[in-house]
DNA sequence: AAGTGGTCTAGACCACGCA
DNA sequence: GCGTGGTCTAGACCACTTG
């Protein structure tokens, strides 16, 4: 018997054929956010296939982070309403333009429940945070975990790294939300952060990740690393925030310099 | 004949057993960047399991973006270089401080050949887009899209659109490189941008986007919307990058604005 | 109890790149 | 031609939730 006959229409593999139509109905609206997809057995059926086959199809749209499956009651278009993060927010108060405030607002947390978990630990850094604080190997940092959930849901993971020498003894070590700020409390230990480096990496979850945040298959993440210099150009806190893409929009403003001679 | 004789040990299913060991190795540097993983025929004999269950293992892998099967040769580590993408770098030439120079420096584009394809076209926007440029239903837009190139790879694509009424007949209809930037051009034209409000999602690819960037799997990507305004807040440009995940770090710089009041 | 997706097996043919 | 991964089949048992 031949393993391929239902296959030999077109060229494309018949798994996804069968992904591409579905993926058509998620996009045209036939299929809407949370409506259910065919269960594995209709689309058997329905295309002529193994249940193999319609697996891989499915595992596709699974992959893209389309679909969701939910055991044992089948397999649902997901829906997202991601969040704003605005990393400035800790700098500025308020957007500075009508259409940022807009922007914020429409997707703000209005009434959502906010909740968050901090652990304060000793640490010998990963050597990509101990780069950024400009530590020697063996130098130890101060870190601060937080958890945060919105509405019973994990939402992200931010970790604050402190040289520790800097830190000890200080507001930071304990694990307690600080209302002031922690970079506030940086300020009064004498290291007022003037500029701040941003960089955004995307990626795919860590196990780890996956389980903290609950993540579902098919989920990137936006890794961001905020390093904060003093004006003598010390940095003093490096901030990791770990953002599911189905949770989040990263956004920030930006108003153009005076120009300084020729673009 | 039981299905899962080989399964009955701990808790976690065998595939996982076996991801989560080949994870591991890739983490611990046992298996470096670019290095070949045993073949599938080798771990079914490793594992006393099934092809299937071994390619479940493999793409969790794959599909977790540590592992790119390259067929006929077998699976390998993957690499990554990112490269910094500095949606600043239009309005600020230079990094204010130290710290950041080193760190563009460090990722830089060093000897690496670049190369762009730039179409133009005129198109009623999506409507995500036609919505940040505040156009009615069934106003046209012109849009410059690009495709750049490194060293031969798709490094991102970018399209920038812009409102019909404004740009029609200027320089911006020709799919040429501007040397002196499209941001200019729209100046010379009376609507020179004063701020802008960038936003980054993170997801997974579209297939379209896979084919352009000739992603491998499990590479999200990030998609970074620039919309520019006027200093009377029209929206004039809508900047839409997208970053494949594998290939770049999304990078900006910020200066704390003096404190006014509490906070 | 029924029905869903999750895991696993055994075996088959194909397409492709390299020796 | 050989070995690689890619696709596909047919059949099995499991775990879970819902009626």
């Known amino acids: 018997m031949d393993g391929m006959s239902a296959m030999r229409s077109g060229r494309a593999p018949m798994y996804q054929q069968i992904s591409e139509a579905l993926r058509q109905q998620i996009a045209d609206g036939t299929l809407p956010a949370g409506a259910q997809l065919p269960t594995e057995a209709d689309l058997t059926e329905r295309y002529g296939v193994g249940r193999g086959t319609v697996r891989q199809a499915l595992g596709d749209l ?12 089948g397999y649902f278009v997901r829906e997202r309403r991601p969040m704003v993060f605005r990393p400035q927010a800790e700098f500025r108060k308020r957007p500075f333009s009508a259409e940022m ?3 914020v607002l429409e997707h703000s947390a209005d009434g959502r429940e906010p909740r968050q978990l901090i652990e304060v630990a000793i ?5 990509d945070i101990a780069k950024r604080l400009q530590l020697e190997p ?3 940092a101060a ?3 937080r958890i945060r959930w919105l509405d019973g849901e994990p939402f992200n993971l931010n970790d604050s ?3 520790l020498d800097i830190v000890r003894e200080s507001e930071i070590m304990r694990p307690e939300d600080i209302t002031r700020g922690a970079n506030e409390v940086l300020a009064e230990l004498g290291y007022r952060q003037v500029t701040a480096l ?6 795919m979850p860590t196990p780890d990740e996956v389980h903290r945040l609950e993540l579902g298959p098919g989920t990137p993440v936006g890794y961001h690393v905020c390093t904060g210099y003093t004006a003598e150009g010390k940095p003093v806190r490096v901030a990791v925030t770990v953002l599911p893409g189905d949770r989040h929009v990263i956004s920030y403003e930006r108003r153009w310099e005076p120009q300084d001679g020729a673009e």
Chains 1, 2 share one sequence.
Do not use: I, S, T
């Open 62 to 73: 699974v992959n893209a982070g389309l679909v969701v499956p939910q055991r044992p009651r």
């Open 101 to 103: 405030d807009a922007f």
């Open 123 to 127: 640490v010998e850094p990963a050597p």
């Open 138 to 140: 063996g130098q130890l």
């Open 143 to 145: 870190v601060r975990r």
């Open 161 to 163: 790294y402190f040289p």
């Open 198 to 203: 941003d960089e955004v990496y995307v990626r």
